[in-house]
T-cell receptor, first 115, second 113 residues
Framework: EPEVTQTPSHQVTQMGQEVILRCVPISNHLYFYWYRQILGQKVEFLVSFYNNEISEKSEIFDDQFSVERPDGSNFTLKIRSTKLEDSAMYFC?????????????FGQGTRLTVV | AQSVTQPDIHITVSEGASLELRCNYS??????LFWYVQSPGQGLQLLLKYFSGDTLVQGIKGFEAEFKRSQSSFNLRKPSVHWSDAAEYFC???????????FGTGTLLAVQP
């Protein structure tokens, strides 16, 4: 069964460092998303991406965040200068279409710890 | 603004007992609703979804949910809980032009033997 894969599963970084979280969406999917879940809190939408550009972003997704689809398979989330409060589980998701009758498939997540 | 409320933060049930997890949403149009489950250290797995039609939807692992427009609810049910159902359950509504998901705060389910 096709699945969304994320690497690494766990990333520890020092405050102020740049991190790149990687995702391989399901191959025929066109819409890509990043969500995050701070420990003990709900899952929050960060950004959606379609046709090589951001479709929508939340207030959380400020200038320190960026997304990219560098090739035909990967979808990355970059945090330029990490802060302690960026520590969270980051989930990538993809969906086949934008119509209402679709669903998002989630990866296993990358746990980012900023120290 | 769209929102999802899960009023129960933590629920404990005995194995074999029935389960109902509550979810209320706020959405201006016809909602697309989802229930996801997250086992410890795992990602989000879709249990079931409601787009239209029959308001009682069946999902995986023996779960079902009923959409009640009059109550703005989409409660998740299971007639007999198994120990492996212990996990966190998230209700979500699909929103906006890009179909982003807005999640509730989750309900942590513990199952007693």
């Amino acid at each position: 069964e096709p699945e969304v894969t994320q690497t690494p599963s766990h990333q520890v970084t020092q405050m102020g460092q740049e991190v790149i979280l990687r995702c391989v969406p399901i191959s025929n999917h066109l819409y890509f998303y990043w969500y995050r879940q701070i420990l003990g809190q709900k899952v929050e939408f960060l950004v959606s991406f379609y046709n090589n550009e951001i479709s929508e972003k939340s207030e959380i997704f400020d200038d320190q965040f960026s997304v990219e689809r560098p090739d035909g398979s990967n979808f990355t989330l970059k945090i330029r200068s990490t802060k302690l409060e960026d520590s969270a589980m980051y989930f990538c998701a993809s969906s086949e279409a934008r119509s209402g009758d679709t669903e998002a498939f989630f990866g296993q997540g990358t746990r980012l710890t900023v120290v | 603004a769209q929102s999802v409320t899960q009023p129960d933060i933590h629920i404990t049930v005995s194995e074999g007992a029935s389960l109902e997890l509550r979810c209320n949403y706020s959405y201006g149009a016809t909602p697309y609703l989802f229930w996801y489950v997250q086992s410890p250290g795992q990602g989000l797995q879709l249990l079931l979804k409601y787009f239209s039609g029959d308001t009682l939807v069946q999902g995986i692992k023996g779960f079902e949910a009923e959409f009640k427009r009059s109550q703005s609810s989409f409660n998740l049910r299971k007639p007999s809980v198994h120990w492996s159902d212990a996990a966190e359950y998230f209700c979500a509504v699909m929103s906006g032009a890009t179909n982003k998901l807005i999640f509730g705060t989750g309900t942590l389910l513990a199952v007693q033997p």
